[in-house]
């Protein structure tokens, strides 16, 4: 785990076409098909400071609509559970899609028994979260690298044209030591599809669902990224608490506490955190080990806690986060145009 201690704001993802070049490409294209292209992605420069997304009263996102991506049932639950459930209460409605079928994963005999039980666990953590509908797409375990990747972009850019996905989390496509090939796969694959999902590509769609472009991305990883968003989930942590504790099937939640508490009972033993029940145990195991204590050891990541008391907050999240690109045309236009 050492390899995965830190994190690092030198590494930046890409360079910036000249913002005049990327308008007249996305006009010239406009104008020939009535179609928006997507526009160019923005990426922050090494200096730009860490924004801390506090949670907003009201409901300001009603009518957005959220993609929650991950391969395994666990995925989100572990690394970015706060800030689903922060931006479904924000007016969000949110879909989850997972792009495996965890058949080597967690609990049950059969191969048959443990897909089952991860699909159950992935609508019981999307039940908790507040996520609409899940979208299971069902590639082998582990194996997602010997899938045809344009076949996998193709699927999610259909269901983020159906659903008109207005922001993603996922994986980052950018995360270094990643050596879960699910993982990495999907993260590429949501990158390409965001963006692929605005232009002319798969013209067959056209027929049912039109082009729409997503705009803003959420990337978590568990190795060393460019950190420029750290999300305040300190209203949110039993929600995150919880939808790792529904997850009987794999990761390190679970009834994790309630067995820990009873092997401590055979010795004639007891910790006091883990409280007096099995159900005080689980939840209290996953907030003060898994999120916490033990975070390096279960998620490759730094605590939750420690995140947060670095800007200030009690819980948070952090992300390579992307927002919609803006344009410094129009405003210098409006200062500077004079009537002839």
Same mark, same amino acid.
């Given at each position: ?21 990327s308008?007249?490409a ?13 526009p ?7 200096n730009?400071?860490?924004? /801390? ?21 666990? =995925? ?24 495996? +079928? =965890? =058949? ?9 028994e ?17 996520i ?6 069902h590639?082998? +375990? ?39 090939? #699910? ?20 013209p ?8 729409h ?19 305040? /989930?300190?209203?949110?942590? #039993? ?15 679970g ?8 092997s401590?009972? #055979?010795q ?9 029940? =099995?159900?005080?145990? +689980? ?20 605590? #939750? ?30 200062? +500077?145009?004079?009537?002839k």
């Open positions: 785990m050492e390899r995965r201690k830190f994190i690092s704001k030198g590494i930046v993802a890409g360079a910036v076409l000249p913002a005049a070049y308008i007249i996305q006009d010239a294209a406009a104008s020939e098909t009535g179609i928006k292209e997507n160019i992605a923005h990426f922050p420069p090494e730009d400071p860490v924004v /801390i997304e506090r949670p907003v009263s009201g409901q300001p996102h009603k009518g957005k609509v959220l993609a929650v991506i991950q391969p395994h049932c666990d =995925d989100i639950a572990l690394f970015a559970a706060g800030t689903v459930a922060k931006l479904v209460d924000e007016g969000y409605t949110a879909y989850m899609i997972r792009t495996s +079928n =965890d =058949d080597v994963a967690g609990r049950g005999k059969t191969l048959g443990r897909v089952l039980n991860n699909e159950n666990d992935t609508e019981a953590t999307a039940k908790v979260l507040g609409s509908k899940v979208y299971d797409l590639y082998r +375990n582990h194996r997602m690298d010997e899938y045809n990747i344009q076949e996998i972009k193709g699927r999610l850019i259909f269901l983020f044209r159906l659903l008109k996905v207005d922001t993603v989390i996922c994986y980052d496509p950018w995360g270094h030591y990643e050596e879960n090939p #699910d993982h990495y796969v999907t993260a590429k694959a949501v990158e390409a599809a965001r963006w692929m999902a605005g232009s002319l590509d798969y067959e769609h056209f027929e049912v669902v039109k082009p472009a997503v705009q803003e991305r959420y990337y978590f990883a568990r190795g060393p990224q460019l950190v420029n968003r750290v999300v305040d /989930i300190s209203k949110y942590i #039993d929600k995150k608490v919880e939808s790792n504790v529904v997850i009987k099937t794999q990761g390190p939640g009834d994790a506490g309630a067995r820990l508490r009873k401590l009972a #055979d004639g033993k007891s910790l006091p955190i883990l409280g007096d029940s =099995d159900d005080t145990a +689980n939840a209290s195991f996953v907030k003060n080990f898994v999120l916490d204590i033990d975070s390096e050891y279960h998620r490759a990541v730094p605590s #939750d806690k420690e995140v947060g008391k670095k800007y200030g907050l009690e819980w948070a999240e952090q992300f390579h986060y992307f927002g919609e690109p803006k344009s410094r045309i129009p405003d210098f236009v409006t200062k +500077n145009a004079v009537n």
